[in-house]
């Protein structure tokens, strides 16, 4: 098992981590532990799904980022097995179930990095869908401090390594032929079908992480269908009537 230098591991991972973790409250608990459910891979995957249908280069950038983001936070996460403040500390408040290796990065943050850097790529710095996006994801990652499961410099390098991920995927994108595969006519039917079965699989006994999220798969689903039926019907329906 890789271990940090210890004072860096004992002098600023740790008492951030219990700073952040100790204070807690039943109102704080039920709320970050919703917001924190919004790092879930399964919820990122159906929100950059949505995306794609309201803007072509966003969505797939972001999905590229979410799943390349994803594998070197595994490959990290593998290479440097650190233990999860379970694992190392006592008296950790514990949102969910205890989780005690693989700690270093985040996958949560890293999916949360991809956000905050999709949200200032898909607007400007000015404007203010992109902070309360920011500010919502950048949160979410942080959840997974206060709710026990990860230290600080794990939650730091993920959002980084998603933010990276996707800055690199959207230069990326200039060269790919978007505006061709945007004219496949079967292009919006199955990415429809894609977050029909992501919306299925989250509403229909999916375990979400954190536990306390759950309420996440009883709104997601309905609103991602409510999006993607008003989306079909302005694009497909109403001009096929006309």
């Not at 595994?74 to 694992?87: G, N, V």
Request: a positive charge; charged letters at 10%; aromatic letters at 14%.
């Amino acid at each position: 098992m890789a271990m940090l230098p210890i004072p860096f591991f004992y002098y600023f991972n740790i008492p951030v981590f219990q700073w952040l973790n100790g204070h807690h409250s039943n109102w704080l608990d039920a709320l970050i532990g919703i917001v924190s459910g919004l790092g879930d891979g399964l919820v990122i995957a159906l929100l950059l799904g949505l995306v794609a249908f309201y803007h072509w280069r966003a969505g797939l950038a972001g999905l590229a980022a979410f799943i390349l983001s994803g594998l070197l936070a595994q490959l990290l996460k593998r290479a440097f097995d650190m233990p999860r403040p379970p694992a190392v500390l006592e008296h950790v408040h514990i949102l969910g179930a205890a989780l005690h290796s693989h700690s270093f990065p985040s996958g949560h943050a890293t999916s949360c990095g991809v956000m905050v850097a999709g949200a200032f790529l898909l607007w400007s710095c000015r404007q203010w869908q992109a902070w309360v996006v920011a500010v919502l994801f950048t949160l979410a990652a942080l959840g997974r401090i206060y709710g026990g499961v990860h230290f600080p410099l794990d939650v730091w390098v993920g959002l980084w390594l998603g933010a990276g991920s996707m800055w690199w995927c959207w230069q990326r994108s200039r060269r790919w032929p978007l505006q061709r595969w945007s004219a496949w006519p079967w292009m919006p039917r199955l990415l429809g079908l894609i977050v029909l079965i992501e919306s299925a699989v989250l509403g229909l006994g999916y375990h979400i992480q954190p536990q306390t999220a759950q309420p996440l798969c009883w709104l997601l689903p309905p609103l991602a269908l409510l999006l993607l039926w008003r989306y079909w019907q302005a694009t497909l329906i109403r001009p096929a009537l006309s």
